[in-house]
């Protein structure tokens, strides 16, 4: 958004000039420019939302009507008489505001049927300022404008159209409201404005994208734009350089989406759909096509789900989500020899299937680095685990035993509390003194508490070295004893790129992702960076999954092994002086089997 509210441009035609003549000949169409715009819009809000403002808020009124709507007829058979003014002429009322006063102008413009002078009036307002109070008026011309166009743009207009708004910088909510009023639009109208835009014009692939949307859910199509550009980091911009010929050729991956869209889930899926929304835009260069069905949460719905979407012939299916729905959709995907893309973790006793992949974060990973650290890297001799009594507790809890002793060290005892156990001390007390490190895979709420009674049991004995997993990675942990926890050490992901991937996912949706979110995104992301390579002369890009060199994913590096599993890259963090410190990342994680 620009930072600063510039003049009002207004223009006097020249002798022999119409006033849409005078403002044509003031500068020229920078067609490249408006690529900014699209990968601004693309970042923007869904299609049916709910108007952000109500339709009698959009024009501003000055107590008289103009145009179109002075033709209507008083009350009682008597007919008003409007002063007829210049709408070149800016007047302002006492109190007004310069960009009331355009905002008054251009609707008048636009009464009197001077589309490209309003146009120009309104992109003016449309760029805001600083206060609130511009921002709000610049997202109402913004509406305007583009109202306007959707109801007035032909094959003469479009052009000049296009030159008002590239200098904007769309906010976030005028992503939205632009996306509200595509949605607004009839197909057959729709199909008339892609007909009219230049082929670089940056509204092209977003009436291209509207018209594949067909809602309910089931069947719903998005698609990335076929612009051009080197994808970029997530959460940074693509850039805006022209595409290879063999890509802008290219046809389009059809990427499935089985979400849960409906029901009691209809949340989640909407915010999962709206991660995915952004991995296509942050690679818009990558001819890709999205198709959605609903996982619902039960085999029924997500047979039905991936069905919609293999009769839709998808390359490829990312999700579902529950667990209880993963096994469902890993039989008709491997029947039909589509390739899947799970959002739920493997469990250790899951059956590896040619084509399926789990794109979740493993806790058996976070449990075998933890490992790794405890018996080569610190050398403890005598380790005790101490988790909660629950699926995560015990499957966490066997992995790292089982790894520890494959490296050679000793796992003295292993106990379980109940999940909502807020006295420990009968397990701390019945770990005895015979171990140096202890093995904590509980949330940090837990952690906590356990802390300082584990010292208490321990009083006058060498210190226990504290480990973890990326259950502590919260404020929580600190937030009374911290010195207990002094030198405790966990892993998780780099905080770093999460805080990143959080920013630049605010700053498009403002909302945070979810853990989830950013596995959605992975999911549409690595199958981007596959089709790239693909299209540069690499491998197909179903052959390049299981590539050693893995793929950028929105907090960081991710591989997929060859038994489907995924790896990120993780990093150790340690409680140093109250503080959670990163320490150092661990390039070795990529590659735990």
């Not at 009507?65 to 008083?74: D, I, N, S, V």
């Not at 230049?198 to 067909?214: G, I, K, R």
Request: aromatic share 6%; glycine share 8%.
């Amino acid at each position: 958004m620009v930072q600063h509210t510039p003049p009002a441009r207004h223009y006097t035609p020249l002798a022999g000039q119409t006033p849409s003549r005078a403002l044509a000949s003031h500068r020229p169409f920078p067609i490249q420019g408006g690529i900014a715009l699209l990968l601004a819009v693309l970042l923007g809000g869904c299609v049916g939302q709910k108007p952000l403002y109500p339709a009698a808020t959009l024009l501003p009124s000055r107590g008289e009507t103009h145009g179109p709507a002075a033709a209507a007829e008083p009350a009682q058979g008597v007919r008003k008489t409007v002063p007829v003014k210049d709408p070149r002429k800016k007047e302002m009322r006492k109190g007004e505001s310069p960009a009331e006063a355009d905002l008054y102008q251009g609707t008048l413009l636009l009464s009197q049927g001077m589309i490209l002078e309003a146009w120009h009036v309104w992109a003016t307002v449309a760029q805001g300022g600083d206060d609130p109070l511009a921002a709000s008026q610049g997202d109402t011309a913004w509406r305007l404008l583009f109202e306007s166009y959707f109801k007035h743009g032909n094959q003469d207009n479009t052009l000049r159209f296009l030159q008002e708004i590239t200098p904007i910088e769309p906010t976030a909510q005028q992503n939205r409201l632009l996306q509200e009023l595509l949605g607004q639009q009839s197909p057959a109208r729709l199909q008339e404005l892609a007909q009219m835009q230049p082929p670089t014009s940056a509204l092209l692939p977003l009436f291209q994208s509207a018209l594949a949307m067909q809602p309910p859910w089931t069947g719903s199509v998005e698609t990335s734009s076929h612009m051009g550009g080197d994808s970029s980091p997530p959460g940074g911009t693509p850039s805006a350089l022209p595409q290879a010929a063999n890509e802008a050729a290219a046809p389009a991956l059809k990427i499935g989406l089985l979400l849960p869209l409906g029901g009691k889930s209809a949340s989640m899926g909407e915010h999962l759909r709206r991660a995915t929304k952004k991995a296509l835009a942050d690679y818009a260069n990558m001819p890709i096509q999205l198709s959605m069905a609903d996982s619902g949460d039960s085999a029924d719905s997500v047979r039905k789900g991936i069905n919609d979407l293999l009769a839709q012939h998808v390359d490829v299916v990312v999700g579902p989500v529950f667990y209880a729905t993963v096994q469902p959709a890993v039989e008709v995907a491997v029947a039909h020899q589509i390739p899947i893309i799970t959002l739920n973790p493997q469990r250790e006793g899951d059956t590896a299937l040619p084509g399926v992949f789990s794109n979740a974060l493993q806790p058996e990973q976070q449990a075998k680095i933890m490992a790794r650290h405890a018996v080569l890297d610190k050398k403890y001799a005598r380790i005790a685990v101490l988790a909660p009594e629950s699926e995560y507790g015990r499957g966490v809890s066997k992995t790292f035993g089982d790894e520890v002793r494959v490296l050679g060290g000793n796992v003295q005892r292993v106990s379980y509390f109940p999940p909502e156990t807020v006295d420990f001390s009968p397990w701390l007390k019945g770990e005895g003194a015979s171990f140096d490190a202890l093995f904590l895979p509980a949330p940090a709420k837990q952690v906590r508490l356990i802390a300082p009674q584990l010292a208490n049991v321990r009083m006058g004995k060498a210190p226990v070295a504290l480990l973890g997993t990326a259950l502590w990675n919260s404020a929580e942990l600190l937030s009374s004893g911290p010195e207990y926890l002094e030198g405790a050490i966990f892993c998780d992901i780099d905080s770093v790129a999460k805080e990143q991937f959080r920013q630049s996912f605010r700053q498009t949706w403002e909302e945070d992702p979810t853990p989830l979110a950013t596995l959605a995104y992975d999911g549409v992301a690595v199958l981007a960076q596959l089709l790239q390579a693909q299209l540069q002369g690499g491998p197909a890009w179903r052959e390049g999954l299981t590539r050693a060199n893995g793929f950028q994913g929105a907090v960081g590096p991710v591989r997929f092994l060859e038994n489907g599993r995924s790896r990120r890259l993780y990093h150790l963090f340690q409680v140093n002086k109250g503080q959670i410190q990163r320490l150092q990342p661990l390039p070795d994680s990529l590659n735990i089997p």
